[in-house]
C-alpha cells in the first residue's frame, strides 16, 4: 500500500525560500498513471492545489502561484520536493503531498500523507 | 482557472437525515470531479471520484451524481461519524482546483 510522508522545517523566515521533500513508500515513483502533487490548506480554509509532476519531470502549476514555485523529482530516492519562493505570511499553511491518479475512469487525489504546518513569520 | 462553487457553505442535519451538497464548476469538466470528507486535523480523505464512483470501502449511503457544471454529493442515513467538512475537487486535463467547502454540523 504506497504511503506519502512530508518534511522539512516548519518555520520559514519571510522573503526565504520553503522547501518540502515528499517520501514515497510502498510503490515505485515511476509510473505513468500518476502526477505527484503538492496541495495545501490555509488555517480555517479550503485546500488549494499548488501544483504536479509526472515520472517523466513534466511539472504543472497553480497559475497563482506559478512565478514562485517549483517541483522536481527524485526516482532514485523515490521523493518528490516543493520549493516556493519569497514566501510570505499567506503561505502559512498545511502542505499536503498526494498522488493524483490521472487513469481514465480513475482520476483521483489519493493517498495523502498526513500533512505538515509550515509557518511563515520571523 | 476553472473555479468551484459549492452549496450551502453550512449545512445543519440531524443523525438519520438525508443531505444533498451541491458543487458548480464555471467551465464544463466533464466527469472529471471528486468528493472528498476532511475531520480536524487529518488530511481530506476521497469519498467519490469520476462524479459516481464510491472509492473501495466507502459506505453505501454516499453517493454522487451530475456532469459537466453540476454535480451533486449525497449522503443518506447521515450517522454520527458523517459530520466533517465536505470538498468538491476538478480536473481539467491541465490543472486542478478544490471547492471552497461545506460543513456539515449537527
Known amino acids: 500500500q504506497v504511503q506519502l510522508q512530508e518534511s522539512g522545517p516548519g518555520l520559514v523566515k519571510p522573503s526565504q525560500t520553503l522547501s518540502l521533500t515528499c517520501t514515497v513508500s510502498g510503490g515505485s515513483i515511476n509510473y505513468a498513471d500518476y502526477y505527484w502533487s503538492w496541495i495545501r490548506q490555509p488555517p480555517g480554509r479550503g485546500p488549494e492545489w499548488i501544483g504536479y509532476i509526472s515520472y517523466t519531470g513534466s511539472a504543472y502549476y497553480n497559475p497563482s502561484l506559478e512565478s514562485r514555485v517549483s517541483i522536481s523529482i527524485d526516482k532514485s530516492k523515490n521523493q518528490f520536493s516543493l520549493k516556493l519562493r519569497s514566501a510570505t505570511a499567506a503561505d502559512t499553511a498545511v502542505y499536503y503531498c498526494?498522488?493524483?491518479?490521472?487513469?481514465?475512469?480513475?482520476?483521483?487525489?489519493?493517498?495523502w500523507g498526513q500533512g505538515t504546518l509550515v509557518t511563515v513569520s520571523s | 482557472d476553472i473555479q468551484m462553487t459549492q452549496s450551502p457553505s453550512i449545512l445543519s442535519a440531524s443523525v438519520g437525515d438525508t443531505v444533498t451538497i451541491s458543487c458548480r464548476a464555471s467551465q464544463s469538466v466533464s466527469n472529471w470531479l471528486a468528493w472528498y470528507q476532511q475531520k480536524p486535523g487529518k488530511a481530506p480523505k476521497l469519498l467519490i471520484y469520476e462524479a459516481s464512483t464510491l472509492e473501495n470501502g466507502v459506505p453505501s449511503r454516499f453517493s454522487g451524481s451530475g456532469s459537466g457544471t453540476e454535480f451533486t454529493l449525497t449522503i443518506s442515513s447521515l450517522q454520527s461519524d458523517d459530520f466533517a467538512t465536505y470538498y468538491c475537487?476538478?480536473?481539467?486535463?491541465?490543472?486542478?482546483?478544490f471547492g471552497q467547502g461545506t460543513k456539515l454540523e449537527i
Open positions: 475537487q476538478q480536473y481539467d486535463g491541465y490543472s486542478c482546483s
Open positions: 498526494a498522488r493524483y491518479v490521472i487513469v481514465v475512469g480513475a482520476s483521483k487525489f489519493d493517498p
